[in-house]
């Protein structure tokens, strides 16, 4: 059984960088064709994709958020990073991470998301 | 960047409709499309990959369609428990980045 979790700060100040851990449990992230990825929905909005990591350790990200987006993968604990830099109250979401395969290019598995707030 | 339209914004309809939620690229994005619903507080959840593709546990009556730049989810008749926003998500295998369209809310009529 797939599952993924989401931790971090609920609360980051303006110019703060996020970081963000996802752990999963139910798959590897050594295995061939696996990627784990980061996704955000502002309250009442849409779905924002962010950046991905795949088993080869190839990363992709968000043309618009790549500057300020760093993704990486501990693969010995099951983990994935997510850091988010210079925060602003815009970028207030539901964080989740979420597991696809390269064959689908979709994804099949989510966390439950956390909810990051930027705020003074 | 390819650019996703997803229409309508809002549906309104009734229990044994059929209902068709389109989405648009600006550009060809072969059979990269997937659909989500997402009920709220909920995380998503894959009904549609490759833009026809079923996912396993998904009702029949959920069938996706369409390549190149336009697509189409069409629930056969909607239930009760359909009642979501759905999102369709392209793959840009240019720029090797994904983009999700705006949602669509079914509501009840």
């Known amino acids: 059984q797939i599952t993924l979790k989401e931790s971090g700060p609920t609360l980051v100040k303006p110019t703060q960088t996020l970081t963000l851990t996802c752990t999963f449990s139910g798959f590897s992230l050594s295995t061939s064709g696996v990627g784990v990825g980061w996704i955000r929905q502002p309250p009442g909005k849409a779905l924002e994709w962010l950046a991905l990591i795949y088993w080869n350790d190839d990363k992709r990200y968000s043309p618009s958020l790549k500057s300020r987006l760093t993704i990486t993968k501990d693969t010995s604990k099951n983990q994935v990073v997510l850091t988010m830099t210079n925060m602003d109250p815009v970028d207030t979401a539901t964080y989740y991470c979420a597991h696809q395969q390269l064959w689908l290019q979709s994804i099949d598995y989510w966390g439950q998301g956390t909810l990051v707030t930027v705020s003074s | 960047d390819i650019q996703m339209t997803q229409s309508p914004s809002t549906l309104s309809a009734s229990v044994g409709d059929r209902v068709t939620i389109t989405c648009r690229a600006s550009q060809s994005i072969s059979s990269w499309l997937a659909w989500y619903q997402q009920k709220p507080g909920k995380a998503p959840k894959l009904l549609i990959y490759k833009a026809s593709s079923l996912e396993s546990g998904v009702p029949s009556r959920f069938s996706g369609s369409g390549s190149g730049t336009e697509f189409t989810l069409t629930i056969s008749s909607l239930q009760p428990d359909d009642f979501a926003t759905y999102y369709c998500?392209?793959?840009?295998?240019?720029?090797?980045?994904?983009?999700f369209g705006q949602g669509t809310k079914v509501e009840i009529k």
């Open positions: 998500q392209q793959y840009n295998s240019y720029s090797a980045s994904w983009t």
